[in-house]
């Protein structure tokens, strides 16, 4: 159980994201008046053939940097990487980013908990 949210309105929820590209992903973003707890990642090669390298990051709006917590992972066609313990608190404008090294089939799932932080 999470003491992120204790008291506070939160919702848990999964999102996806789709790069058939080169360019970085956002796959989540933590919204405004939240904060966001990540505590499952998974990354899934979903080519026919051939391997890709994959980077996963943590971009911190509040100090303008990017985390690189997976940097350059080798994953072959219909194989992946999870990540099923992790415990990230994410600030409103925070990001986890994917990566490709090159154009493929990239599948990302992230399970989230945002927890709502009133202004005032």
């Not at 990540?83 to 599948?107: E, M, R, T, W, Y």
Request: charged share 10%.
């Amino acid at each position: 159980m999470s003491l992120n949210n204790l008291g506070k309105p939160a919702r848990m929820k999964s999102v996806y994201g789709h790069n058939t590209g080169t360019t970085v992903e956002d796959v989540y973003v933590c919204p405004a008046n939240c904060t966001a707890e990540v505590t499952f990642i998974h990354v899934v090669n979903g080519s026919t053939s051939g391997s890709n390298t994959v980077s996963v990051q943590w971009y911190v709006a509040a100090d303008n940097y990017t985390s690189h917590f997976l940097s350059a992972k080798a994953i072959t066609h219909s194989d992946y990487i999870s990540f099923p313990n992790i415990d990230l608190i994410l600030q409103p404008g925070d990001k986890i980013q994917v990566l490709p090294s090159s154009a493929g089939h990239i599948d990302t799932i992230l399970t989230v908990t945002e927890t709502f932080v009133p202004v005032g």
